[in-house]
Nanobody, 123 residues
Framework: HVQLVESGGSSVPAGGSLRLSCAYSGGAPGDTYCMGWNRQAPGKQREGVVAIRSDGDTRYADSVKGRFAISQAYGETLYLQMNSLKPEDTAMYYC??????????????????WGQGTQVTVS
């Protein structure tokens, strides 16, 4: 499996910004074809936030469109820029890679490999 290590989580006031990073390595060819971010808040279901395909195509959850932006650098780091943060964005955020050979979608990310997570708290 690809190894995923997130960082950058913190506590921020509502309206603030935060950038999460995910360093990824290893895995077999194709394991990083589709990557992205999931999140889970206490007492709530897991949610796919954004997915990015290796050709740059992206999928965003409606709840974060226009506020969050995903990017990649040098095929080894994934970023999530989060702006205009709201209290409902409070969650553990997980970097993820979707199963190889399947579609690149938010639901595919939920069934893929996850990192250990980084906490984002908005108050």
């Amino acid at each position: 499996h690809v190894q995923l290590v997130e960082s950058g989580g913190s506590s921020v006031p509502a309206g603030g910004s935060l950038r999460l990073s995910c360093a990824y390595s290893g895995g077999a060819p194709g394991d990083t074809y589709c990557m992205g971010w999931n999140r889970q808040a206490p007492g709530k279901q897991r949610e796919g936030v954004v997915a990015i395909r290796s050709d740059g195509d992206t999928r965003y959850a409606d709840s974060v469109k226009g506020r969050f932006a995903i990017s990649q650098a040098y095929g080894e780091t994934l970023y999530l820029q989060m702006n205009s943060l709201k209290p409902e964005d409070t969650a553990m955020y997980y970097c993820a890679s979707a199963p190889k050979g399947g579609p690149c979608s938010l639901s595919a990310l939920l069934s893929g490999v996850w990192g250990q997570g980084t906490q984002v708290t908005v108050s």
